[in-house]
Each structure stands twice: as structure tokens, then as C-alpha cells.
């Protein structure tokens, strides 16, 4: 009651769930558990100890409209899930990213193609990370947020619940705007606050703290906390909330 | 490892992935592709050269609650997917309801009942658009962006990411309210962006631009830029950035 | 083309689609309708006359990243689904949850662990509610809103779609935050208006309105209207607008 490949390469003390789809040339480590109706798409490599819940589908090919902004241009690696990961139910990864040890990716959450994401991060129940992301290690984005494409996230980033990425100033208008699409630079130990905004190109600078609910239209200072609608400084952040403060 | 119904009727060269489900009465041109773990309910028509990622659920019949404001008054019409149309991953898109040719329906999008969008309409990733809502052509709504049941939006619009939509002042209260219920009328050209909220019975007027993380309480005027809470008028969209304008 | 369980207890009249799963120990009540795709893991119970969509999943365990600040203490009870109740397409309930009578779940929706659901009670399209929440019935959470974990919402409460509430001020820094994660505490007939914020802790009070797109960073009075960043009150809820008014 499952499909898997005849060149499909399984480790060992592996379990598969019912009507799940283990594809073509797929590689799954030793010790992983796969639930009821996953698709793994093929040349999808798996490590060791990852847990995928039902309904999950890895290695989702793009495919985009015909009149999407992106462009496919060449071929994409196929999908790496690292050691440890635990993938959430109805999750989709694309073809073409890579998870890092001991990951989180959410129930119904969406990685697309391209996106290289660090050791210990967690992406939130239902966050959609578009194309070309990088995340670094132990960052934490956290239920429903929307990182743009081209979004650099450093290490040790807070992204709370329901956060607003964007990286066109054009809104789809004119042909000018590929030259200008950019999504945030946010630097190591930024958090950046539940259901706030950030446009595009904007640098969240080291440390920065923005509240919840700011809309950020300019780039920040480190160690600053930023709220209102255009996000103002506003004071320090205190330096035992610091990553190198007492008890962090 | 499928299950096709004996009533279905599949055009030619159509690939059905492994535990599908094609219900009694489903037309499938020629050409489609269907992927794993798709349901496709009964009377659906799916055009030629479709794409439906794993996971899809199309044609799935509205069930209201019993305290749900929506009731089921007259039968609706077989889903339509249009020519060349791309459905996500885990999207669900409901009985009465028809795509356009050449559309994109993002993974995890939910498309309600007795919506019409229309040809070349991108709907994004993890996007609801509710019962009785109309599209133009050429319209894209982003990712993670609500519409609200009984919007309209025109042609060549631009919903960004995670934008609300709203259609009732009365917030479930009153009796009053359903005389009063109205979604947005979004006119042609019209740009939305990130985050913003626009209140229910608003018109956005035709190229208007509303700015990141503005809220929208009052109808705007055509060709103008607003930003805020509440949403004002800033100044007018430069003419190169119209839809008339050089390179657009 | 089922997977069923021989320890599983099946009702009369109960209708179970293609490849869905149902595991060891679930009983399902009378006149149940499981449609495609669906898994029911252990010990699950359904109550009569329920609903479940395709690709639905529900007594999901949970399963915390090493980087969670969520830990499993405890045994959960298995998840109940009450009578009546309404399961969206790919929505996702954990183990350690109830619903109760005549429920609608929306499509997508996630309802994490330890989650007490009153009668009546509609949880929107694409909404997700954190573990340890408690709402009371009658209450309906729009589509796209986010629940923090450890939020209590009181009966007939209207939270409007793309709401967002928080429960941690520190973002997930310092080990301090511990003592004082704790999410809103919404009283009977409060209303919370469309993409607005609610911080950690905060109380909204009885009958309290809160418009569209505020940040409500002080508890609210009862019967009383609040908008803006951050939310101040604005006027009182119209007499005939209260619960006990005129028509409700």
C-alpha cells in the first residue's frame, strides 16, 4: 500500500506510511519514519533520523505561470533534507533546497525551490519562504510569516508569527522593477515583531528589535528596538536581552 | 493504484499519479497531468494541458456550519479548470467555481465556491479567496492574501503579499448586517500592497496604489498613491508606472 | 483501497474514502462521512454525523524541534471530535484536542495539542490555533488567523480573518521569558477586527469592538470601541449591537 521506486535507496529500520510515493532515485537515510500519504519526488535525499508527516510532499518541481515573474534557468539539485529534520503535515519542499540538521518545517508550511536554510531553524506552521531564501542557523520564523524571495536571514533571528516580507517597490508594473527586487537583509540576532511589515531591500540591522506591528521603510540601527507605522526608534534594547547577556 | 471512475472521461496522453481519486462524471482533456494523492470530485471539467500538483482536492462541495453566515440555496455548478491552468499542491478548489485559461493556483491556495477568475490570474501560495468572488484577467494576488466573499477585482490588479480584505462592518452581529455585507470592488489596475487592509464596501479606484501596511477606510480616487492608518492620499502614481505607461 | 485498522470501531453508516487511513483503536461513530486521503491516527475518537474532508489529519502527535520552546510533559489524551462537527479539506488536529458539537474546522486549519473547542465554535479557513488555547462556543475565528498558544477566548466572540494575537514579549530571548509567555485573554463577546494585533497578555473585555487593523497594547473596557497604533478607545458599542440587543 505504498508506491517506492525500485532505485529508491532506503536505510535501514526505515517506515514508510500507507499510500505515501517514494519516487525515482530518492535516498532516505537509516531510521527514518515516513506517514500516510507523503510524496517524495525524485533524486530527493533523505538523512538519517528525519520524521515526515502524512501528506507531505518533497521535491516539488516549479512550475510557473505563464506570466510569473520568475523564470526557470537551469537545473535544479535535488532536495536535501538533513539529519534529524522533522517535516510537518501537508509541508511542501521544493526541488532545488536544502534543510539543515535538525530543522523544524511546519505543519502546511512551503519552502520553494533554491533556499539553502541552516542547522536548527524552525519555520512556523503554515510560513510560506519563497524562492531563493537564505537562513541561517538556529533562526526561528515562526507561525504564518511570509519571507519574500531573495530574503537573507542571518543566525539566531526571531521572526514572529504573521510577518510581512515584500521586495518589489513596483507591485508587478514596469519592466524596470527586476533590477530593483530585493527582500530584506536581516542580520544575525534580529527579531522582528508579530504581523509587522518589512519592505523591500530593507536592512534589519544586528540585534535590531522591531515591535510588533511596525512597518519598516528604513533600514535599522543594531541593538534598537522600532515600532509604529513608519517604525520609529525608539530606545535600546537592554543588553541583558542581548544574545551575550546573562542567561541567553 | 489509482481510483478513475467508469464514468470519467480522460482525453488523451493524461498521467494520473498514485492514489487519485477521479469521481464519476470527471472530463480530463488531453494532455493533463495529475500527481499523486489528488481528489478530483464528481462533474469537474479539467481543459487540456492542466497540471494538478499532489494533494490537490478539486470540485469539493461547500458544508456550512450550522452558525455559518453562508447557507447552500441552489445547485452549483461542475468545477471548470481552464486551458493550461496549474493547480498547487494541496489547493482546494470548490464545486462552482471556474478558472481561466493559463492560470496559476498556488500550493495550499483555497478557492470557494462560485468564484470566476478569469485567463492569465496568478492566485498565490496559501491564499484563500472566498465564495462569490469575480477576477479579471491578468490579475495576480500574492501569497498568504485574503479575499473576502463578494469582492471584485478587475483586470491587470495587483494584490500583494498577505493583504486582508474585508466585507463585514458588523463583525457577525445584528441581523442588521447582511443587508450591509459588501467585499471590496477592486478596479482595473489597481495595486494593493503587502499587509494592508482594506475595510469592507471599499472601491479602490482604477491604478490607485495603496502602500504597504496602509488601511484602507474610505474609496479612493484613481491613479493616486495612499499610505497610512487610516489610508490617505500621498501623491499621484507617476504616469511611466501606468498600465499605459513605457515598457508596461 | 482503505486502510482499517481491525482494532478500529466503526459506527453504522459510516462512508470511508479512498486510501485514507484509519489506525488502531479510533472509534467512529454512526453516520460518519471520511472522504479521501485522510488519516486518523490512534485512539482517535468521532462522533456521530461528523464530516471529515480529503487529506485531513487528525490525533496528530506532536512532535518539538530541539530548538521548541514547547516540551512534552505529559500523555495526551487522545483527540475527540464532538457531534456534527465539520473537518476542512487538509486541515490538521493533534492528539490531545476537542472539538466540540456541530463544529466547522475550515480547510487547512491547524488546531495544535491541548486544545478545549466549545459547541458551535467555526475555526476559519487556513487559521491555525497554537496548543493550549481554550474557546468558548458560539465563538467564530475567521479565515487566516493566527492563535498563539495559551490564548483563552470566552463565548460568542467574533475574531474577524487575518488576526493576529502574540504571547511573547521577549521574542524568544533570555531564559526569564518563561515566567511570562502568556497569550490574550479574550472575555465573552469580544470582537476583534480584521489584521489586527493583540500583544502577549493582553485582556480584551467583554463586548469589546476592535476595529481593523489595530495594535491593541493595553486591556480594553467592555463595550467599548478601539482603533489605531497603538488601539484607543473611540467611542461605545452601539446599544443594539450587544449581545443582547435588539435582533441577536
Known amino acids: 500500500m505504498q508506491y517506492i521506486s525500485s532505485s529508491a535507496k532506503i536505510g535501514e529500520n526505515v517506515s514508510i506510511g500507507y499510500f505515501s510515493v517514494i519516487s525515482d532515485n530518492v535516498t ?3 531510521n527514518v519514519t515516513i506517514l500516510n500519504g507523503v510524496t517524495i519526488y525524485q533524486g530527493t535525499t533523505i538523512a538519517e533520523n528525519v520524521t515526515i ?26 532536495t536535501q533534507i538533513g ?11 521544493y526541488a532545488g533546497s536544502i534543510t539543515g540538521s535538525y530543522c523544524l518545517i511546519g505543519d502546511r508550511a512551503v519552502v520553494r525551490e533554491k533556499c539553502t536554510i541552516g542547522d536548527y531553524v524552525i519555520i512556523g506552521t503554515g510560513s510560506i519562504v519563497e524562492n531563493v531564501v537564505e537562513i541561517g542557523q538556529k533562526t526561528k520564523i515562526q507561525s504564518g510569516s511570509y519571507i519574500t524571495a531573495y530574503t537573507t536571514i542571518g543566525e539566531s ?6 510577518v510581512t516580507t515584500l521586495n518589489d517597490n513596483f507591485m508587478g508594473r514596469t519592466q524596470e522593477r527586476f533590477k530593483f527586487i530585493k527582500g530584506a537583509d536581516i542580520r544575525n540576532g534580529a ?3 508579530g504581523g509587522s511589515i518589512v519592505l523591500p531591500g ?7 528589535f522591531i515591535a ?14 522600532y515600532k509604529g507605522l513608519p517604525a520609529r526608534e525608539f530606545r535600546a534594547v537592554p543588553v541583558h536581552e542581548l544574545l551575550e547577556g546573562e542567561g541567553n
Open 202 to 208: 530593507i536592512k534589519i540591522a544586528e540585534e535590531s
Open 83 to 93: 539529519l534529524g529534520t522533522i517535516v510537518g503535515a501537508g509541508a511542501v519542499i
Open 157 to 162: 533571528c526571531f521572526i514572529a508569527p504573521m
Open 28 to 30: 532516505i537515510g537509516s
Open 53 to 78: 508527516e502524512s501528506n507531505a510532499v518533497i521535491g516539488r518541481q516549479p512550475r510557473p505561470a505563464k506570466t510569473s515573474t520568475i523564470r526557470i534557468t537551469n537545473t535544479l539539485m535535488p
Open 212 to 225: 510588533a506591528g511596525a512597518v519598516v521603510t528604513k533600514d535599522t540601527l543594531p541593538e534598537k528596538v
Open 191 to 193: 527579531r522582528v515583531g
